[in-house]
């Protein structure tokens, strides 16, 4: 922490098996309609509603969703733009030596009603359309996601750990 770093920051509750490397979604809700400008893809229009990140930390997962939950942080990824403003409610990872968030974003954006609010976004090193997905708003809209990912081929021993503000959660 340094002087002036008083954003406000996600206690990184969310517990993953420390040492797990793999592919990982986080879901944030935005509370808000936002316009944000993300670095060099340009400024896009966020509507409020749930949102789903996909990444991979083939480092670790544990250090990378931590990074993610903190919200006054250098913005690095086009992802650091968002979680500054969003609230992260769940991470889905699964662990495992293979990239594994193209399939599960390309699987969750062929869902109907879900779009992708800024192309290109966290996919500048691959050929998806966008790594992070807005959902519809539908009551089932993250069940329907996440059974999607689950049922898709990479998504084998998918695990969902709550983020819970303030104290310790449930952790794995
Ligand atoms: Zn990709």
Redesign the pocket.
């Known amino acids: 922490m340094t002087a002036g770093d008083h954003g406000p920051t996600i206690p990184a509750s969310a517990r993953i098996a420390t040492a797990a490397k793999g592919g990982y979604a986080v879901l944030l809700r935005l509370g808000e309609d936002h316009q944000l400008k993300i670095g060099r893809l340009g400024a896009f229009e966020f509507p409020a509603g749930y949102y789903l990140y ?1 990444g991979s930390a083939l480092g670790g997962l544990d250090a990378r969703v931590r990074r993610h939950l903190k919200r006054a942080k250098k913005r690095h990824w086009h992802i650091d733009h968002v979680s500054a403003v969003a609230s992260a409610v769940q991470v889905w990872w699964a662990s495992g030596t293979e990239r594994l ?2 399939a599960w ?2 699987a969750v954006l062929d869902l109907p009603g879900v779009s992708a609010p800024a192309p290109g976004f966290g ?1 500048s ?4 359309p966008s ?1 992070l997905a807005l959902l519809p708003d539908t009551p089932c809209a993250v069940e329907s996601a996440m059974e999607r990912v689950r049922t898709s081929q990479t998504g084998v021993g998918l695990q969902v750990t709550p983020v819970v503000a303030g104290g310790t959660g449930p952790g794995l």
């Not at 090193?125 to 998806?128: G, I, K, P």
């Open positions: 996909f968030e193209c974003a390309r996919s090193d691959c050929s998806c790594h």
